[in-house]
Antibody, heavy 117, light 107 residues
C-alpha cells in the first residue's frame, strides 16, 4: 500500500532555508516519478517541481531557489528550499506520479511551511 | 505555459442532481495528460480521473470525464452528500504542469 509522509515544515524567517522530506512506503521512489505541490491555505493548488528517473522539472516561480532530490537508499524524497519569501507560505504536498499520465496519483498529508519575521 | 480556466467558480446543487464542471485550456492538451481531483476541507486532494476519462482506483462510476483539445468536462451523476467539495483540473505538457483555479461544488 502506497504511503507518503512529509516532514520538515515549520516557521522560518524570510531569506531562510528549509528542507522538506517525504518518506515513501509501498513502492520505490527510484523508479517512480515524484512531485511537490503546494497550497496556500484556503487557496488553489500550485505545482512546484517534479523528478522522474532522469529528468527534473521546476516551476518558474521557484526556479533557482528550490531543488528536488531522491534518497533512494532511504526511499525518501526531499525538497530543499532556499531564499524563502512570505509568498512561499503554504502546505507542501509530496505526490507520487501516475505513470504515463502526468497525473498526481498518491498524496501525502502535507506539511505546513510558514515564512514570517 | 498552459493556463486552465474552470467554470463555474461555484456550483450550487442538491443531492440527487447531476453536476457538470468545465475546464478550458489556453492551448491544446493531449488527452493522456489531463486529470481531475477532489479536495475536501482539511484533506489532501484525491485523484478522480486521469487520462481525461479513466477513473482512479476506488472512484465510483457516477464520476466520469470527457473532452479533448482545449475543452474538458467532469460529470457527476446523482450527487451524494460526500461529493460536495472542491474540484480541480490539471494538465501536463512538456516540462510543465498546471492546475485550474477550482470549482466549489456546494449544497
Amino acid at each position: 500500500q502506497v504511503h507518503l509522509v512529509e516532514s520538515g515544515g515549520g516557521v522560518v524567517q524570510p531569506g531562510g532555508s528549509l528542507r522538506l522530506s517525504c518518506a515513501a512506503s509501498g513502492f520505490s521512489v527510484r523508479s517512480s516519478g515524484m512531485h511537490w505541490v503546494r497550497q496556500v491555505p484556503g487557496k488553489g493548488l500550485e505545482w512546484m517541481t517534479s523528478l522522474d528517473e532522469i529528468r527534473t522539472y521546476i516551476a518558474d516561480s521557484v526556479k533557482g531557489r528550490f531543488t528536488i532530490s531522491k534518497d533512494t537508499a532511504k526511499n525518501t524524497l526531499h525538497l530543499q528550499m532556499n531564499s524563502l519569501t512570505i509568498e512561499d507560505t503554504a502546505i507542501y504536498y509530496c505526490v507520487k506520479d501516475r505513470t504515463g499520465h502526468g497525473a498526481f496519483d498518491y498524496w501525502g498529508q502535507g506539511t505546513l511551511v510558514t515564512v514570517s519575521s | 505555459e498552459v493556463v486552465l480556466t474552470q467554470s463555474p467558480g461555484t456550483l450550487s446543487l442538491s443531492p440527487g442532481e447531476g453536476a457538470t464542471l468545465s475546464c478550458r485550456a489556453s492551448q491544446s492538451i493531449a488527452s493522456d495528460f489531463f486529470a481531475w481531483y477532489q479536495q475536501k476541507p482539511g484533506q489532501a486532494p484525491r485523484l478522480l480521473i486521469y487520462g481525461t476519462s479513466s477513473r482512479a482506483a476506488g472512484i465510483p462510476d457516477r464520476f466520469s470525464g470527457s473532452g479533448s483539445g482545449t475543452d474538458f468536462t467532469l460529470t457527476i451523476r446523482r450527487l451524494e452528500s460526500e461529493d460536495f467539495a472542491m474540484y480541480y483540473c490539471q494538465q501536463h505538457t512538456g516540462s510543465h504542469y498546471s492546475f485550474g483555479q477550482g470549482t466549489k461544488l456546494e449544497i
